[in-house]
């Protein structure tokens, strides 16, 4: 494919769409410098080429060098505001950079255009979480179910934050419905359990933790447990 393009190159030396192509070509084969030294060049014979930037900043992003890819993104951003996944790559570097609220402030733009995405107002929620912001999660992981009653991780990271803020019913609540929806899942069966445990039905507990086990024989957090409760509960031989 890349001695196509250098064919068209030989034709038409300033031809950005076919140095935007072999850039695609090695970003493809995981060669990121290639691949930004030719979008580069598309750039420079097309200043708007917004998805030269925005690859470009893919390849950044894939070196790890965020500060780069957030640059290229916003240029990109600039150019065509209103492509939804320039936003999500944008955003995605800010998290890897550990800068949610810039994270957030992309998801927000992503909304703006399109607010019927489960899948942004689920990664809000997660920049949120990780700011410690945790009613703004727990009202984003909602919106995310609304969209999508089967969002598993939607309920998944819900149920932590409520057994983390020790609102065991409520987590109770969202690993049951976990477990409609996947009832062989034994690290559900061993969530449920932990907060089955520390909302006091201790019975309720050694059933969730004994289920995790016959799924999972090798789940060890779910032994610990059980023992944990056996011990607590006087029952040293168990």
């Given at each position: 494919a890349i001695r196509q393009f250098e064919?068209?190159?030989?034709?038409d030396p300033e031809s950005s769409e076919a140095y935007y192509n072999i850039g695609i070509t090695y970003l493809g084969l995981y060669e990121y410098s290639n691949a930004i030294q030719y979008f580069e060049k598309a750039i420079k014979f097309d200043a708007n080429n917004a998805a030269a930037y925005a690859n470009k900043g893919v390849a950044f992003a894939a070196n790890e060098d965020?500060?780069?890819?957030?640059?290229?993104?916003?240029r990109a951003i600039e150019i065509d505001p209103k492509k939804i996944n320039y936003y999500q790559n944008r955003a995605r570097a800010f998290e890897l950079s550990s800068k949610y609220d810039f994270a957030i402030k992309d998801y927000d733009s992503i909304l703006d255009l399109n607010s019927q995405m489960p899948d942004v107002f689920f990664l809000r929620a997660n920049a949120y979480a990780q700011l410690g912001q945790i009613d703004l999660a727990i009202r984003d992981y909602g919106e995310a179910l609304l969209l999508a009653p089967l969002f598993e991780d939607a309920y998944l990271n819900r149920a932590e934050i409520y057994f983390q803020t020790q609102q065991y019913d409520l987590a109770i609540?969202?690993?049951?419905?976990?477990?409609?929806?996947?009832?062989?899942?034994?690290?559900?069966?061993?969530?449920?359990?932990?907060?089955?445990?520390?909302?006091?039905?201790i019975q309720l507990a050694l059933d969730s933790f004994a289920k995790?086990?016959?799924?999972?024989?090798?789940?060890?957090?779910?032994?610990?447990n059980r023992a944990a409760v056996f011990l607590n509960a006087g029952l040293i031989e168990q």
């Open positions: 064919a068209a190159l030989d034709l965020y500060i780069s890819a957030t640059s290229e993104f916003s609540i969202d690993y049951v419905k976990l477990l409609e929806i996947n009832p062989e899942s034994s690290s559900v069966h061993n969530g449920l359990g932990l907060a089955q445990y520390y909302s006091g039905d995790a086990i016959e799924l999972d024989p090798n789940l060890a957090d779910s032994y610990n």
